[in-house]
C-alpha cells in the first residue's frame, strides 16, 4: 500500500504573498544600485529573472531582480560568506549595499548538491548540522520528495540566526537548500551606531528567496512543492496502528504497523521505549510481514516486554535501521504513551 501525495501543480501566490513580493521590490529596490566587479566577481543582480541549471542537470531555479549571484566562496562579498559559508553549488544573497548601515549581517540562500545523501529517507530526514531529533515536515511524490526542517535558528553573545532548510529528492539525487539571516543584537550596539534591520525588511527578503524556491522545477517541467510545516510525527515513512498515540498500555506491548521499504534492514528496524528521562526502558525489533525491498510501505509487527511499578510517561521509538551507522542516515519517529503496572 502507498499513500504518498502526489506532486501538485501550483496556481499563482496567494495575493498576501505577491503584496510582500511586491513590497520586497520596492522596499529594497532603491539600495540595489548595485555592480559587480571584473569577471571574476559575483554576478550582479538580473534585470530580469534568470534561469539556471544546478550541478547535475535535472533541476532549474529562477534568479530574480535583488538578489546577487556567487558560485564559489571566492565571489562572496561582504557577510555573505557567514551565511553560505564555502561549501555550496549558488549562493543567492542580498548585496551589502541593500542592508549597510544596519543590524543585518547577512541575507543568503544557499543550494548544494547533498552526494552524501543518496536514498530517499537520507536525503530527507538526515539532519541539518548541529540538530538531532528533528522530524521534518515531508512531502512525498513520485518522482520529487521535499522535506522542510524550519525555524532553525541559533544564538551567540553578540549575534543570531533563522534559518530553513529545505531538501529536494529529484528520484537520482539531493538538493539542499538553506534561507538565512544572520544578525547582530541591536541592545549589544551604541544608540544610533546603526539602525535595525526591521521586520517588515526582513519579511520583504523572506519573498526574495521563497520567489527562487518556488521556480524551482525538473527540466522535464516537473514542478516542485514544499512543506509548508516546519515539523511532522513522520507519518509519511511509518505509521503505527497500534499502539496509538497517548495510549495507555501494559506489557507486553503489541507494536503493529506500517513503514516504508527503505525503514527496514533485512526485513527488521529496531523499537525501543524511552522514559522522559531519556532512560531506555525495553528495546526490540520489528519484523516485515512482507517484502521489504520496495519504495512502498511494508505491514510490520513485534512486541516488547517491559516493567512499570507505577503508571510511567514514556515514548515509543520506531527507529530507522542505519547499518552504516553514519549519523546522516538515522532517522526516528515518536509516540507518547502511558505504561501500566500489569
Given at each position: 500500500m502507498d499513500a504518498r501525495e502526489r506532486n501538485t501543480q501550483p496556481g499563482r501566490a496567494p495575493a498576501r504573498r505577491r503584496t510582500v513580493m511586491?513590497?520586497?521590490?520596492?522596499?529594497?529596490?532603491?539600495?540595489?544600485?548595485?555592480?559587480?566587479?571584473?569577471g571574476e566577481g559575483p554576478e550582479a543582480p538580473a534585470a530580469a529573472e534568470v534561469t539556471h541549471t544546478l550541478a547535475g542537470g535535472e533541476v532549474m531555479l529562477a534568479h530574480p531582480e535583488g538578489l546577487a549571484l556567487a558560485v564559489n566562496a571566492d565571489q562572496l562579498l561582504g557577510g555573505a560568506a557567514i551565511g553560505c559559508g564555502e561549501a555550496f553549488d549558488h549562493c543567492f544573497y542580498l548585496p551589502e549595499a541593500a542592508h549597510a548601515g544596519s543590524n543585518l549581517t547577512a541575507a543568503t540562500l544557499r543550494v548544494s548538491v547533498r552526494d552524501d545523501?543518496?536514498?530517499?529517507?537520507?536525503?530527507?530526514?538526515?539532519?541539518?548540522?548541529?540538530?538531532?531529533?528533528?522530524?521534518p515536515g515531508v512531502r512525498r511524490g513520485e518522482p520529487v520528495s521535499t522535506a522542510r526542517f524550519g525555524d532553525l535558528s541559533e544564538g551567540a553573545a553578540g549575534s543570531y540566526s533563522r534559518s530553513d532548510v529545505l531538501r529536494l529528492w529529484s528520484g537520482e539525487a539531493c538538493y539542499e537548500f538553506e534561507p538565512r539571516m544572520v544578525l547582530t543584537r541591536i541592545e549589544n550596539h551604541e544608540p544610533g551606531a546603526v539602525r535595525e534591520f526591521t521586520e517588515d525588511e526582513q519579511a520583504a527578503v523572506t519573498a526574495l528567496f521563497e520567489r527562487v524556491l518556488d521556480s524551482v522545477t525538473l527540466v522535464n517541467g516537473t514542478r516542485v512543492s514544499w512543506p509548508t510545516a516546519p515539523r511532522s510525527t513522520l507519518e509519511a515513512f511509518v505509521r503505527l496502528a497500534t499502539p496509538r498515540s497517548g495510549a495507555s498500555v501494559t506489557s507486553p506491548l503489541a507494536v503493529r504497523g506500517e513503514a516504508v521499504g527503505p525503514w527496514f534492514f533485512e526485513g527488521s528496524f529496531p523499537v525501543e521505549l524511552q522514559a522522559a528521562s531519556g532512560e531506555v526502558l525495553a528495546t526490540g525489533f520489528v519484523i516485515a510481514e512482507g517484502h521489504w525491498m520496495t519504495s512502498g510501505f511494508v505491514t510490520f509487527s513485534g512486541e516488547l516486554e517491559f516493567e512499570a511499578e507505577e503508571p510511567t510517561e514514556a515514548v515509543l521509538v520506531l527507529k530507522r535501521d542505519n547499518p552504516s551507522d553514519l549519523p546522516e542516515n538515522?532517522?526516528?519517529?515518536?509516540v507518547p504513551l502511558l505504561l501500566l503496572p500489569e
Open positions: 511586491a513590497a520586497a521590490l520596492l522596499l529594497l529596490g532603491g539600495a540595489l544600485s548595485f555592480a559587480a566587479g571584473g545523501l543518496r536514498a530517499e529517507v537520507s536525503c530527507l530526514l538526515a539532519q541539518p548540522s548541529g540538530y538531532s531529533d528533528l522530524r538515522d532517522a526516528s519517529a515518536q
